[in-house]
């Protein structure tokens, strides 16, 4: 993902900033523990979209 693209998106719920985690391909949320998926290279930023992050999960 685009560094200068990565830069201003923000959390859709707290509008803290997001982690690309390349790996899983998603976008995210350390403050609300949610991560929404990236498709083809297009963010989906709805929160019905995200998933919640287990406890037990790192956040990178």
């Known amino acids: 993902m ?3 693209f990565l830069d201003i998106l ?3 719920l707290c509008k803290g ?3 690309f985690d390349k790996a899983q391909q998603e976008l995210i949320c350390k ?3 949610l ?3 990236v498709g083809d290279g297009i963010p989906m930023m709805l929160e019905t979209e995200a998933r919640e992050l287990p ?3 790192e956040v990178k």
């Open 31 to 33: 403050g609300d523990r």
């Open 35 to 37: 991560a929404f998926p």
């Open 2 to 4: 685009d560094a200068k």
């Open 10 to 12: 923000v959390c859709p």
């Open 17 to 19: 900033p997001l982690v």
């Open 55 to 57: 406890p037990e999960e």
